[in-house]
């Protein structure tokens, strides 16, 4: 089984291209140590909100020819906003990949448990019409991540992770209006560039 950071460093290679949606706290400033980019729209102090933004954001690109809006989220995350997954079931966008890092404990509020050891979320994906795959190491991350990028969504990623944050890592301390202007600054540029080709 990875470490956090390890499935992020992969994601961060595969998702280059791509607009990446990620949670808040300890799995943001892991990404912008392993990758500051203008792609990332790290959603600082908006926990849950991860499927409900990638869902919004697919939905305002549909007709573009950027194959997936990738939204990277945690097990603890999810479970306070579990209606993304029949929302996102119900919108049913194409383009959506939501990437769930599941270690079963809420990390940046001292590793207490969630209730991913009892509740099974690639279940509850597929239950409400998500098209599901699982990993647990580099290999089947990345072998996983491929499959589902050329699949129609909404697409969902189950990847477990051991508990624990990186040591070291910095705080992400940038105004979160930065990161959103930059973003949509990135985002709107490559519409326009893949639109005039």
Known sequence: ??????????????GEQLPLVVTCAATSRE???IADRD???????????????ATGIAIGIRDSDIPKVVGIEGDG???????????????????LLLVVLDNHV????????????????????????????????ADGLRRAF?????????????????PGNED?????LVDPVVVGHRFSTWLQERLVARMSR
């Open 168 to 172: 070291g890592v910095p705080k992400l």
């Open 146 to 162: 491929a499959e589902l990028l050329e699949t129609p969504g909404p697409c969902f990623l189950h990847v477990r992770t051991e």
């Open 106 to 137: 809420y990390s940046s509020t001292a590793g207490l448990p969630t209730y991913a050891d009892r509740i099974d979320l690639a279940r509850m994906a597929e239950a409400t019409g998500w098209t599901v795959a699982r990993a647990d190491d």
């Open 31 to 33: 990404l912008a140590s």
């Open 77 to 95: 995350s999810l479970l306070m906003n579990p209606n993304v997954l029949p929302t996102g079931g119900y919108l049913a966008p194409s383009n």
């Open 39 to 53: 792609n990332h729209l790290y959603l600082l102090d908006a926990m849950g909100l991860v499927g409900s933004v």
């Open 1 to 14: 089984m990875m470490r956090r950071i390890e499935a992020l460093r992969h994601l961060a290679e595969l």
